[in-house]
């Protein structure tokens, strides 16, 4: 993997902003599939909040960023990760969901992804400590919290493709 003069924070920063946004549209697709059962599509709305939460903090750690720290190289394995999850085929994905199990499965690998892990990446190498618990706090651990609550909340896997999307 060639490090090329692209691969700043900026560029970091740009993609990873693309890819929650990607995600974020994803959550607001399952928000409609899922409009006629109101727990998911409450759920679903969380979700979607949750992520334009980390595009604006995102955005906030960025704009605190000085700007040599900006333009400084940026690590290339978590750059080519950030340039992977652009590829993820999120929305071919969304075609592809028939019930609420096949929505939270992909979910949970979103979660799970390459995605989480360049926005870990970039909370442990640019947050100051102080400020890094209280986005942990907020934004992480309430935002995985519901996807590990899913089951609780719509049952097991059985149960959950018993609640079928609804295309308009």
């Not at 960025?62 to 929305?91: F, G």
Request: glycine share 2%; charged share 35%; with cysteine.
């Amino acid at each position: 993997m060639k490090e090329t003069k692209r691969d700043t924070v900026e560029e970091l920063f740009r993609l990873a902003r693309a890819a929650e946004t990607e995600v974020r549209i994803f959550y607001r697709g399952l928000r409609g599939l899922f409009a006629h059962d109101p727990a998911a599509a409450d759920f679903w709305n969380r979700m979607y909040e949750d992520e334009t939460a980390h595009c604006r903090e995102l955005l906030l750690i960025h704009s605190a960023l000085p700007s040599a720290v900006r333009r400084s190289p940026a690590d290339p394995v978590i750059v080519e990760k950030a340039r992977r999850n652009l590829k993820l085929p999120i929305r071919q994905d969304f075609r592809s969901i028939r019930n609420l199990d096949d929505a939270y499965t992909i979910a949970h690998d979103l979660e799970n992804s390459e995605v989480m892990t360049v926005f870990t990446f970039i909370r442990e190498k640019y947050i100051p400590l102080v400020r890094r618990r209280l986005f942990t706090l907020s934004v992480l651990e309430d935002h995985l919290g519901r996807i590990m609550d899913f089951s609780r909340r719509f049952g097991d896997a059985t149960e959950r493709r018993m609640i079928r999307a609804r295309r308009r």
